[in-house]
């Protein structure tokens, strides 16, 4: 059984971190990036399956090709921030479950009549499940992110995974060192008899 993380520990994952806009001009390597994903990696995901597909992206040509898959505000913010990354998700993850996942040929469950649809709906939850570890992970490592919707599902899937149709964009995410300036206050969190109840 894990020891409870401090009450800075908390403040830094939950509840004073936020989702940035913009940041400062403090660089991100890729020996941060994979400092995150090794983190991340250690999140669970149903039967080990590791759906997503993380693309990192810390050249300007890079963020600059992902800009331009963006909507609204957000191509700006993508351009000027230290490093994006693309949360991909795989639809068959189920051909890496025999060392992924041993114990058990799990790769038959997802197999056979209706098998893509079912694999459709895990690659959608674990990956979505990853990519919040992503958000956890790297805040926990002292940067900040700016994950993000508003963007061309179809134009990212042509820009980063051309020939893989069995990969599809989930979400996308700036990531560095949060500049305050750039967020405003936060937004009301409800309260728990709001949205919970107790069986």
Same mark, same amino acid.
């Given at each position: ?79 000027? @921030? ?9 639809? &068959? *993850?189920?051909?890496? $479950?025999?060392?992924?996942? =041993?114990? /058990? ?53 042509? @820009? ?9 964009? &989930? *979400?996308?995410?700036? $990531?560095?060192?949060?500049? =305050?300036? /750039? ?17």
């Amino acid at each position: 059984m894990g020891e409870p993380l401090s009450e800075a520990g908390l403040d830094t994952i939950f509840r004073t971190a936020r989702t940035y806009n913009g940041y400062t001009d403090a660089p991100v390597t890729e020996a941060d990036i994979r400092a995150i994903y090794n983190l991340l990696k250690m999140g669970p995901t149903s039967a080990n399956q590791h759906p997503a597909r993380f693309v990192w992206l810390l050249s300007q040509e890079g963020k600059n090709k992902l800009a331009d898959c963006a909507t609204g505000t957000n191509p700006d913010k993508i351009r000027k @921030a230290p490093a994006a990354v693309v949360i991909g998700m795989d639809w &068959n *993850f189920h051909e890496h $479950l025999p060392d992924l996942f =041993p114990h /058990t040929d799990a790769k038959s469950w997802f197999e056979g009549e209706g098998a893509l649809e079912k694999r459709k709906e895990h690659a959608f939850r674990n990956s979505s499940l990853q990519g919040a570890y992503f958000i956890i992970a790297a805040r926990a490592l002292g940067f900040d992110t700016g994950p993000m919707s508003g963007f061309d599902n179809a134009k990212v899937d042509e @820009a980063f995974f051309p020939g893989q149709p069995h990969v599809k964009s &989930n *979400f996308i995410s700036t $990531l560095g060192h949060g500049d =305050p300036s /750039t967020i405003f206050d936060r937004s009301p969190r409800p309260e728990f008899e709001r949205f919970n109840r107790v069986g």
